[in-house]
């Protein structure tokens, strides 16, 4: 198995588009760039939060 080249990304892309529809798509980027968006924000309050001496 070899990396997923261009060919594949296209195939994808089609599939996503009949599946959900050229209309959804933006919203599910959107979605999924907020979800990421939040994981690295919670993630980084951890690191935070993991620094702060205790008393």
Do not use: C, Q, W, Y
Not at 7 to 23: D, K, S, T, W
Not at 34 to 50: L, M, Q, T
């Amino acid at each position: 198995m070899g990396r997923i080249g261009i060919p594949e990304l296209v195939l994808i892309l089609l599939i996503l588009v009949l599946v959900f529809g050229a209309n959804r798509l933006p919203e599910l980027g959107r979605g999924l760039g907020k979800a990421i968006r939040g994981f690295k924000d919670a993630s980084h309050e951890d690191e935070h939060h993991d620094e702060r001496p205790r008393t």
